[in-house]
């Protein structure tokens, strides 16, 4: 395997989609307000967003590489890129890169503040490098010690949508926070699912995750109930999609339902990985199905 494809494969750049919905969520909001794209802008702004995702996957393999060894169980989603288990790439290249990368977020948010006079993404960009500073490293090394998931839910649903409402409007009054009952459970839901496939590996390795402190069956009930929470607070404050509401419920509905019939699976077995998978289905397709909807009504597409 040549270089290149390893350091490919250490990106795992389809999660770029965890980072890249919720940032483009934020500058629709601000399209449906009435407000108009600044292309220049939206650049910086997934510029921010391809760093900061370089950044966690590259740091999290760093953190996360004893661990990792012992995980008989990865998936698509889960166990890390393994170029750090299988002696890809060395360690120390892959923390260097991590470094590189966290600096170039910071450069991209600076450059939003020169350049646009937005001088929050700089503090904002500073809170998304320290979850998972938190979130991974010590002292605190949350996914260590419980709570992990709710980094994750916090940063990637609350902070990402926040930082690309701000970019686009230069403000944060604005930010419709009504729509975190939408956000902050399904990405929750996503967090906690992401965790069941290495729970055998967390467990021997003490890190405490949900499905290691909670067992994997109540941690998968749990993600049902927060999709389904989701669902819900999306059809009561789901204004803007207008008539589009029951389209935009379709998919991340039935990905929820199908749910179900996968519930007794186990790490190692392929039911699981699409257990694991409709639950990212979920919360992407709402995220993409609230774009989507809020840039049509805007007049954006």
Known sequence: ???VVDWVR????PSQNYIFLPLLLGQAIFVRQGGTLSWSVLALVHLFGLFDQLYIVYAN??????????????TLFSGGSRVLVEGRIRPRRLARAAGVAAALCVL???ALGALHHRWLAPPLTGLALLLLWFYSFGPARLSYRGGGELLQMTGVGGVLPLYGYYAQSGLVAGFPWALLLVLLPAHLACALATTLPDEPSDRGSSKRTAAVLLGPAPVKGAIVALDLAALAALARVGGFARRRLPWLLALPGAAT?????????????????????LAVLVTLSLLGGMTAAMLWSGGAA
């Open 1 to 3: 395997m040549s270089p």
């Open 10 to 13: 250490a990106s795992r750049l």
């Open 61 to 74: 393999d760093c953190a996360d590489q004893e661990t990792d060894r012992l995980n008989m169980t990865p």
């Open 108 to 110: 991209s948010s600076l």
């Open 257 to 277: 339902l199908a749910q179900l019939p996968l519930l007794r699976s186990r790490p190692g077995d392929l039911r699981l990985s699409l257990l694991v998978g």
